[in-house]
């Protein structure tokens, strides 16, 4: 456990620049990298994407909302991110037009509005144009460091990567052995999340922890 959060224990968010907060911008960005990481394109593209477009100052719902779709297609391009142009481009602008008049830009309205129940959360998070059940879980995973009531969040593909290291099955178990092997306060099951989802993506990383524990 403390190798894989040692080598492997950065968030998602982190590695998009995302300085994650519970504030409005960096939950828009978190939900925007959230979006991409759900296509079935590699891990680094989808961040290298998300860049991208904070890059070209599509930080906050309205700003993303006056870009035009060109616009998004080309900052994507530049992360290597070229499929689904059409059908993502017009998705962020749409999720970011349904987010402005549902919680005037503002994710936290979404959770005050859900008081603590993850299911509510989910389905507030699926209204989202191009948000299924991927992309909703993988924004609580990163979201549950600055959320902490989603805490532990461990979905099926963290739990998978668990499973190929030979770990436990239970969150709360696995939360508790990563506190244990690292302590890192309110982000350690952020960071938890993200390194299991690494061990399931990468069959080598895999190979190499079990090599060298």
């Known amino acids: ?13 982190d590695e998009a620049g995302i300085r994650l ?9 978190l939900l925007v990298l959230s979006h991409l990481l759900s296509a079935r394109i590699r891990t680094s593209v989808a961040v290298a994407a998300a860049q991208a477009l904070f890059a070209h100052d599509m930080r906050t719902p309205r700003h ?5 779709w060109q616009q998004r297609v080309d900052a994507r ?24 008049e549902e919680y005037g830009g503002d994710l936290r309205r979404l959770r005050r509005s859900a008081d603590g129940d993850l299911d509510a959360l989910r389905s507030g998070l699926r209204r989202t144009p191009g948000m299924g059940p ?8 990163e979201a549950q460091a600055v959320w902490p009531e989603a805490a532990p969040y461990l979905d099926k593909k963290a739990l998978q990567g668990a499973e190929r290291l030979g770990l436990p099955a239970s969150p709360e178990e696995l939360a508790q052995l990563a506190e244990q092997a690292r302590p890192t306060g309110p982000h350690g099951p952020a960071v938890l999340a993200a390194a ?4 399931a993506l990468d069959k080598d990383l895999v190979a190499d922890l079990r090599a060298h524990p």
Request: hydrophobic residues 40%.
């Open 1 to 13: 456990m403390e190798a894989l959060l040692t080598e492997h224990g950065r968030t998602f968010a």
């Open 134 to 141: 991927v992309g909703a879980n993988i924004f609580l995973r």
């Open 196 to 199: 299991l989802v690494r061990a």
């Open 21 to 29: 907060r519970d504030t409005p911008q960096p939950l828009y960005q």
């Open 64 to 68: 993303m909302l006056k870009s035009t």
């Open 77 to 100: 391009g530049e992360g290597g991110y070229r499929r689904y142009d059409e059908k993502t481009a017009t998705q962020l602008a749409e999720g970011a037009e349904l987010l402005l």
